[in-house]
C-alpha cells in the first residue's frame, strides 16, 4: 500500500531540480491522479445538491451552504498578505497554497485554500498566472490560469452591456424630445417593467401609477437621464492587455449620425461620436461587487447602485436608472458562485473573484471565505490571499472586504523574500526578463540589515489591526542561513508572533509544516473579537484618506488636487461620504514612488482624482499613474504557449 499523509490520500513526491509549474501540474494528473470532484465535495463537507459539476477538475459550489450551516462555527480565518514585492513577486498566492496543504494534508486539518482567479492578461502577458507554483499549486493549473468558469467572461458581458446602454441611451435624448423618448420607454402605455419603478421610486413619483397617470412634468424627469457627458467614468472592457484600446473614438460610422433634438428641420445630421476607452476586465467594477457581494439579493442591489456618470443637475446616473440592473444580475448569477478545485495534495480550494488589486480590493470574495469558515468549522482554517503588498492588498482586505462581510481574521501572515529585502536595502533594480544582480545571488547580510526596515513597518501595521502576525521567509535556494536569521531575529523585534522559514516550493505542504504550526497557535492565542478598522466610515472622505495615509503610508499627509476636492463635494452631496476608501497607487512602495524602497519618510500622498465604485461600496483615490489596462512587452508569454494537437495538452504556459 502506498503511504499515504494526514486526509489518507498519496504523499507528495516532490522531484529535484523542481520541474516548470506545468509539468509539475501535469505529473500530478497523470502519475497521481485528481481526486474526482463529488468526493472532493463530500470530503469538504459539500452535498450533492449544492455541486454543479464543471467538466471532471472543477465545480461550481452553492451558496446555499452558507444557509445550511448559518448556526455552524465559523474556522479560523488568515489572510495571506507581502511586504513591498519585486516585479517578479514574492510568491504569496505559492504560500497560501503551500499553508493550505501544510494546515490539511501534514497536519490534518480542515482547511480551504480562497484565492481570485487570474485574468487572461498578465497569463498571456509578463507576469504568468496566479495558480501558486512549484509543488505548492493549484491543479490542473492550466484550467485554472485560462478560462476557468467563465466568470470573467460573465464580468466582461455584463459590463459591456452596461456600455452599450450608456451609448444607446445618448443616441437617443440627443435626438428626440422628452415626449418621443417616454413613448418609446412606454409603448401603448405599458406597466413599468420593475426596473422602471426603481428608477420612479428614485424620482420620488409613485411606483403604482400607470404611464398615462404621470404628469408632462414626471414623464420627463422619468424619461430623460440628461448626461453630463464629461462625467461618464464607464469604460468598456476585455480581458487582454491591448493598450491601443486606452483610448478610443466611439460613434464613428456611418450610421451613427443624428439631427440634434431642437434643431431647425433641414439641419445636417451630425457624427454622434465621443471619446472613451477600454480597462482590463478585473479592473471592471462589475468584478469588484462580485468580490464585495454576500448573496444574490445583494449582488441585484449593487450591481443596480452602480454609478456610470452624473446628470447635468449633478444627480448620480446608475444601472438601474439605465434599466440595465436586473440584466446585469442575470448574467451575473452563475458567477456568484464559488469554483471548487484542488491543489497537488488534494486539499480543497475555492477560486472566486480577481478584483483588480489597486483600484479595487484586490482580495478574492466574500462568499467563497463564508463557505469555507462554515464548511471548516470551528477548529478549522480558511487561508485567504489579499493582492499585492500589505499597504495595498492586507489594508483593504481589513478595511473593506471585513467590514462587510462581518468577518473576524486572527492572524496576518507576511510574506518576505530575502531577495526583495534586499532590493530595499539598496539593492539594484529587479527588471522582469532580466538575470538577477550578484547581490541576489551571493550572500549580502548588509543589504538584509538596510531592507528588513519594510518588513517591520508591514508587522506594525498588521498589529494595529488586532490579529497575530506570522512572518512566512519564502526560501530562494540562493537563500543563505544568516540572511533568514536576520529577517527571523527583525521580525520578533518588532512584535510578530512568529517568523518562519518556508519552502513549499520545493516540497509542498511538508516544506511549510513549520509555518503551519506558527499559524495554528497564533490563531489559538489570539481573539477573533480583538480586531478593529483602521477607521471610522463616517469620517470625512478626507480624514479617511489622511488615516490611511499616515498609518499605512507613514506620509507626513495628503495633497488633494482640485478636482479630487471637486469630487469630494459631489460624492458627499450624493451621499457617498460615508463609504470606505480604496486608495490606488504604486505596489512597489509605501510612498506614491515605485523607486522609494524602504520604508520611506518625509512624503506626502497626493490625490489627483477620486472615482467612485458606489456599487460596490467604495471610493478609490488615485495616487500616481495608474494604468487600468497593461501593455504587452516586445515577447510575450503567449510565445511560449502552443498545444500538443495528438494529446490536447498545454504546453510552455509557464
Known amino acids: 500500500m502506498s503511504e499515504t ?48 459539476p464543471w467538466g471532471i477538475s472543477k465545480a461550481k459550489v452553492s451558496l446555499a451552504i452558507k444557509d445550511r450551516l448559518k448556526d455552524s462555527p465559523d474556522g479560523n480565518y488568515v489572510v495571506v498578505t507581502g511586504i513591498n514585492p519585486t516585479p517578479l513577486g514574492e510568491g504569496k498566492s505559492t504560500t497560501t497554497i503551500g499553508l493550505a496543504q501544510a494546515l490539511g494534508a501534514t497536519l490534518g486539518k ?17 507576469k504568468g498566472g496566479a495558480a501558486g507554483g512549484g509543488y505548492a499549486q493549484v491543479v490542473p493549473m492550466e484550467e485554472f490560469n485560462l478560462h476557468l468558469t467563465g466568470d470573467i467572461h460573465a464580468v466582461t458581458a455584463a459590463n459591456n452591456l452596461l456600455a452599450a446602454a450608456i451609448d444607446t441611451r ?145 444627480m448620480p446616473i446608475t444601472a438601474d436608472d439605465l434599466g440595465c440592473g436586473g440584466a446585469l444580475t442575470v448574467l451575473m448569477k452563475d458567477a456568484l458562485m464559488p469554483t471548487l478545485m484542488q491543489t497537488v495534495e488534494r486539499t480543497p480550494v475555492l477560486v472566486h473573484a480577481g478584483p483588480f488589486a489597486n483600484i479595487a480590493t484586490g482580495n478574492s470574495s466574500i462568499v467563497a471565505d463564508e463557505i469555507a469558515l462554515k464548511l471548516v468549522g470551528e477548529d478549522g482554517f480558511v487561508v485567504s490571499e489579499a493582492g499585492f503588498g500589505a499597504d495595498i492588498g492586507m489594508e483593504k482586505f481589513f478595511n473593506i472586504k471585513c467590514r462587510y462581510s462581518g468577518l473576524k481574521p486572527k492572524c496576518a501572515v507576511i510574506v518576505a523574500t530575502v531577495r526583495a529585502l534586499k532590493m530595499h536595502g539598496g539593492g539594484p533594480a529587479v527588471s522582469a526578463g532580466k538575470p538577477l544582480a550578484s547581490e541576489y545571488v551571493d550572500e549580502n547580510t548588509d543589504l538584509v540589515e538596510m531592507g528588513v526596515a519594510n518588513l517591520v513597518k508591514h508587522i506594525e501595521n498588521a498589529k494595529k489591526f ?48 513549520n509555518l503551519a504550526i506558527a499559524v495554528q497557535k497564533a490563531c489559538e492565542t489570539n481573539d477573533a473579537a480583538n480586531f478593529k478598522f483602521l477607521y471610522d466610515v463616517e469620517k470625512s472622505i478626507k480624514e479617511k484618506v489622511e488615516t490611511i495615509s499616515k498609518e499605512i503610508y507613514g506620509a507626513d499627509g495628503v495633497d488633494f488636487s482640485d478636482l479630487a476636492e471637486q469630487q469630494i463635494a459631489q460624492y458627499e452631496k450624493a451621499g457617498f461620504g460615508n463609504l470606505p476608501i480604496c486608495i490606488a497607487k504604486t505596489q512597489y512602495s509605501f510612498s506614491c514612488d515605485a523607486s522609494a524602497k524602504g520604508v520611506p519618510t518625509g512624503h506626502r500622498i497626493t490625490v489627483r482624482e477620486i472615482r467612485s465604485c458606489a456599487g460596490a461600496g467604495f471610493l478609490y483615490p488615485i495616487c500616481g499613474d495608474i494604468m487600468t489596462i497593461p501593455g504587452l512587452p516586445t515577447r510575450p508569454g503567449f510565445y511560449d504557449v502552443d498545444i500538443n494537437v495528438e494529446t490536447g495538452e498545454v504546453l510552455g504556459l509557464f
Open 5 to 52: 499523509n494526514a486526509i489518507g490520500h498519496p504523499v507528495l513526491k516532490p522531484k529535484t531540480p523542481v520541474p516548470s509549474d506545468i509539468e509539475v501540474s501535469q505529473q500530478i494528473v497523470k502519475e497521481v491522479g485528481l481526486l474526482d470532484i463529488p468526493t472532493l465535495a463530500k470530503e469538504a463537507g459539500i452535498q450533492d445538491d449544492e455541486l454543479y
Open 110 to 126: 480542515k482547511c480551504f485554500a480562497c484565492i481570485r482567479q487570474p485574468s487572461q492578461g498578465p497569463t498571456f502577458g509578463i
Open 170 to 314: 445618448l443616441f437617443h435624448e440627443d435626438s428626440q424630445s422628452d415626449e418621443a423618448l417616454f413613448r418609446r420607454l412606454c409603448p401603448n402605455n405599458k406597466d413599468f417593467s420593475a426596473v422602471m419603478k426603481r428608477r420612479l421610486v428614485k424620482l420620488g413619483i409613485d411606483p403604482n401609477k400607470k404611464p398615462n397617470e404621470l404628469t408632462d412634468g414626471e414623464k420627463s424627469k422619468f424619461a430623460r437621464l440628461d448626461f453630463d457627458k464629461n462625467t461618464i467614468t464607464w469604460q468598456r472592457v476585455l480581458d487582454t492587455c491591448d493598450r491601443h484600446l486606452r483610448k478610443v473614438q466611439v460613434g464613428v460610422g456611418p450610421k451613427e449620425t443624428i439631427k440634434p433634438r431642437g434643431t431647425e428641420p433641414g439641419t445636417p445630421r451630425v457624427q454622434h461620436d465621443r471619446a472613451t476607452g477600454f480597462d482590463i476586465t478585473v479592473a471592471s467594477e462589475v468584478m469588484a461587487v462580485l468580490a464585495l457581494a454576500t448573496d444574490l439579493a445583494d449582488l441585484r442591489e449593487k450591481l443596480g447602485a452602480m454609478v456610470v456618470g452624473y446628470s447635468k443637475s449633478g
Open 466 to 513: 488586532g490579529v497575530n502576525v506570522v512572518v512566512a521567509i519564502n526560501k530562494f535556494k540562493t537563500d543563505t542561513d544568516a540572511e533568514i536569521e536576520i529577517v527571523r531575529k527583525a521580525s520578533i523585534e518588532a512584535g510578530a508572533y512568529d517568523a518562519v522559514m518556508s519552502n513549499h516550493w520545493a516540497e509542498g505542504g511538508a516544506g511549510a509544516a
